[in-house]
């Protein structure tokens, strides 16, 4: 694998709480999952955030002053680039069961009450993290095809610029021609079959 290639594998990990102590909390239990995690004291700073890079998941603290939880997620739905960023709220023990129902009604993926069993987040993260690195595979590889299709329309348009120069009777240029044709697709559909 390139270097180039584990960059963009990395999947960063937004942890927004307001409270210091949960945030190192959440820092030691996702340590050994070896990816970037990146602090926000607040729904203002997560916000930010989210607009200067992608994230595989979204940890979010329910109760902070200003912009709390739910707003935050609601307008972490709103954004284009991160819209479909995976949400999962944490809650303290006082919280009744409206908060998980409004944590869901506001696009959560899951809703963790505190505290929280470190095996448990870690797996659930565990889980968005490889979705989050699936994407970007299945990315990679719809740009690759896009890139062959191109190449493809571009053969077939020299073919016709080839008939209309030569006429419809010269087989043997078109032979050579579709012969590269086939052979593209081929390659198209070996890249499908990774």
Same mark, same amino acid.
């Given at each position: ?5 584990a960059i963009t594998d990395r999947a960063s990990i937004l ?47 329910v109760r902070m002053p200003g912009m709390d939880g739910f707003e ?72 690759? $095809?896009?890139?062959? !299709? *191109?190449?493809?329309?571009? %053969? ?5 610029? +080839? @008939? /209309? =120069?030569?006429?419809?009777? $010269?087989?043997?240029? !078109? *032979?050579?021609?579709?012969? %590269? ?5 081929? +390659? @198209? /559909? =070996?890249?499908?079959?990774?």
């Open positions: 694998m390139s270097g180039k290639t942890l927004v709480d307001d409270m210091e102590d949960n945030l190192e909390a959440l820092e030691a239990v996702l340590a050994s999952l070896d990816e970037p995690l990146v602090r926000a004291r607040s729904g203002e700073e997560a916000m930010t955030a989210l607009l200067r890079q992608p994230f595989a998941v979204v940890l979010l603290d935050t997620a609601s307008r972490i739905k709103r954004l284009d680039g991160a819209k479909d960023t995976p949400i999962i709220f944490l809650n303290g023990p006082e919280s009744d069961s409206g908060y998980a129902f409004r944590g869901y009604a506001t696009g959560a993926a899951d809703f963790l009450t505190k505290p929280f069993d470190p095996w448990m987040l870690r797996a659930k993260v565990s889980v968005f993290l490889d979705l989050h690195r699936k994407n970007r595979q299945l990315e990679r590889m719809l740009a690759q $095809d896009q890139k062959q !299709l *191109g190449q493809i329309t571009d %053969r077939l348009s020299s073919i016709e610029e +080839e @008939l /209309r =120069r030569n006429g419809p009777n $010269d087989l043997t240029v !078109l *032979g050579h021609q579709l012969a %590269r044709i086939e052979d593209a697709l081929g +390659e @198209l /559909r =070996r890249g499908r079959g990774r």
